[in-house]
């Protein structure tokens, strides 16, 4: 089949894109270090991560491919699945922390700044090694074990979630987002 149309080349793509945002963040805490707290952008980050990185991305993995896997001999309990699904949770709470520091801080609390950059260090670090682990172990075992109609299901599903919207923002709006902070937030 083609591969641009195989699940894992979608959710690759959509780990391309979570990867150019953690990359801003990590710009933004280097200003915050070195002084400048930018609190807007770092805002939109957050926002990014909670709407396209956890209800877009994860809900397709987790409602979708994971469980397909599953019914294909991967195992969840003590095996990568679960592995990946734990990792989820982390970085859930990683992105509360980080959203709940900026409220913090509107709030008057300058010792936010330092409470944020302490969550979004592990949120980086979590993510990174999380889509190094679904790109290069667990999406190849999936490309092993579904059979290729399954594969076409699953993309076709896949594009139903990615026409909903999340926090009233469309996928396509997400890349936007993604775009306009690379272009301004980079090294
Ligand atoms: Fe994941
Ligand atoms: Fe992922």
Redesign the pocket.
């Known amino acids: 089949m083609n591969p641009s149309e195989m699940p894992s080349a979608v959710?690759k793509a959509e780990h391309q894109i979570i990867l150019r945002v953690l990359a801003v963040l990590q710009h933004l805490i280097n200003r915050s270090e070195s002084g400048t707290f930018e609190h807007e952008p770092l805002r939109a980050c957050v926002d990014f991560f909670r709407h396209f990185a956890d209800a877009c991305?994860?809900a397709k993995?987790?409602d979708l491919l994971f469980p397909a896997l599953e019914s294909n001999g991967i195992p969840r309990e003590n095996g990568p699945i679960g592995m990946?699904l734990y990792?989820?949770t982390l970085a859930r709470g990683f992105t509360k922390e980080m959203g709940d520091s900026l409220d913090a801080f509107d709030a008057g609390d300058a010792s936010a700044q330092s409470t944020f950059s302490i969550a979004a260090k592990k949120y980086i670090e979590l993510m990174t090694n999380?889509?190094f682990k679904?790109d290069n172990v667990l999406f190849n075992m999936g490309d092993q074990v579904l059979k290729s109609e399954d594969q076409t299901a699953l993309c076709s599903k896949f594009c139903e979630v990615g026409c909903r919207s999340f926090g009233g923002k469309k996928r396509e709006e997400f890349e936007k987002i993604a775009d306009e902070l690379e272009a301004r937030w980079s090294d």
Do not use: A, R, T
């Open positions: 959710l991305h994860h993995e987790e990946m990792e989820h999380h889509i679904e």
